[in-house]
Nanobody
Framework: QVQLVESGGGLVQAGGSLKLSCVASGRTFSSTPMAMAWFRQAPGKEREFVASIQLNTANTYYADSVKGRFTVSGDNAKNTVSLQMNSLTPEDTAVYYC???????????????WGRGTQVTVSS
């Protein structure tokens, strides 16, 4: 099994920045391509894709709503992924979840492992 632990959430004013981090433990992926991703879920809304990275190629993918503002990065050797979030708006308020699987993609069912989430709140 793989455990994912997110950190870095909090309260920030609109226009500010936050950096989320996620560490995977419990199983090594050093010999297997792995993708890690961020999803978010706001109250009353479905979970939505934010960004992902294929760790063995460093290819990244973003939702249109965050392109140019968020940057996903990862370390294959350390099984970590980060999400740098800039120019935050109240619409970015949500619980952010880290996910891990074999292939980067926008659909939640692509990912096998999930963290418990970290709250990001952007005040206006």
């Amino acid at each position: 099994q793989v455990q994912l632990v997110e950190s870095g959430g909090g309260l920030v004013q609109a226009g500010g920045s936050l950096k989320l981090s996620c560490v995977a433990s419990g199983r090594t992926f050093s010999s297997t391509p792995m993708a890690m991703a961020w999803f978010r879920q706001a109250p009353g809304k479905e979970r939505e894709f934010v960004a992902s990275i294929q760790l063995n190629t460093a290819n990244t993918y973003y939702a249109d709503s965050v392109k140019g503002r968020f940057t996903v990065s990862g370390d294959n050797a350390k099984n970590t992924v980060s999400l740098q979030m800039n120019s935050l708006t109240p619409e970015d308020t949500a619980v952010y979840y880290c996910a891990a699987g074999r292939t980067a993609g926008p659909k939640p069912d692509t990912y096998t492992y999930w963290g418990r989430g970290t709250q990001v709140t952007v005040s206006s």
